[in-house]
């Protein structure tokens, strides 16, 4: 963080002060080659990339890590410098279905990692409206 290559959010038990979960945000780029969608004639678009995404053991299985996720998608919708896309690099498996199950796409599934088109969240919460 003091590099300015991250940033981090950080969710606070108020019953106790500690750090329920986090997760950091830092610019990224991908190659158009594996988006392959009809996008400006550029080598890369701007992305988001959501890191280290945790939850802590005793906050698990509340609905939390869908809480901060939700959050993280709305800063980068939200920001001042556009990007086409939020990704991500899942741990594991696991931490792949998590965001499949929140409309994540394989970019790379070898490597486990993710992306979602941040337009498209914007136009689901539009029609939500």
Do not use: W
Request: a positive charge; hydrophobic letters at 45%.
């Amino acid at each position: 963080m003091r590099r300015r290559v991250t940033a981090c959010y950080v969710a606070v038990n108020c019953d106790d002060g500690r750090v329920a979960g986090f997760y950091t945000l830092s610019a990224a780029q991908v190659c158009l080659r594996q988006l392959q969608k009809k996008l400006p004639r550029y080598p890369v678009v701007p992305a988001v990339r959501i890191g280290r995404l945790a939850v802590e053991r005793r906050f698990q299985g509340r609905g939390l890590g869908a809480g901060l996720l939700v959050d993280a998608l709305f800063r980068a919708i939200n920001a001042d410098i556009a990007a086409y896309t939020a990704i991500v690099d899942a741990k594991d498996d696991r931490a792949a279905a998590f965001y499949r199950h929140h409309g994540f796409l394989d970019l790379d599934p070898d490597q486990r990692i993710l992306f979602i088109p941040l337009a498209r969240l914007i136009e689901t919460s539009e029609r939500k409206k």
